[in-house]
């Protein structure tokens, strides 16, 4: 087991014991720690996090991240794997770094 600490852009964190078979998005799903998701196998790109400390790796291909977001840190934790325990920055506005909105 590996202790993954989840912080938020406003100060919110939460800690989550996450087994090196187990996604991260599994295991907040069944703790009930609210981090948003979409399709669950690394397309979409909605489950975007920032690893800020620690070794993780994807247990399938993440699809939703460029090259170069992965060599920046960013992590999709529906597919993310943890192999030491691990802080990730989530919510929503980390997907946003990425993506941004052309509406605003």
């Known amino acids: 087991m590996h202790r993954v600490t989840l912080e938020w852009r406003d100060g919110r964190e939460a800690t989550v014991d996450v087994a090196e078979s ?8 069944r703790e009930g720690v609210v981090v948003p ?3 669950l196998y690394g397309a979409c790109g909605t489950c975007t996090g920032r690893l800020l400390e620690g070794n993780l790796v994807h247990s399938e291909r993440p699809r939703g991240l460029k090259p170069r977001h992965r060599q920046d840190g960013y992590v999709l934790l529906c597919v993310a794997e943890p192999r030491s325990d691990c802080r990730i920055e989530v919510g929503a506005r980390v997907q946003a770094d990425l993506v941004p909105n052309p509406w605003k």
Do not use: A
């Not at 187990?22 to 799903?29: A, F, W, Y």
């Open 22 to 29: 187990e996604t991260v998005i599994n295991v907040t799903e």
């Open 37 to 39: 998701y979409g399709c």
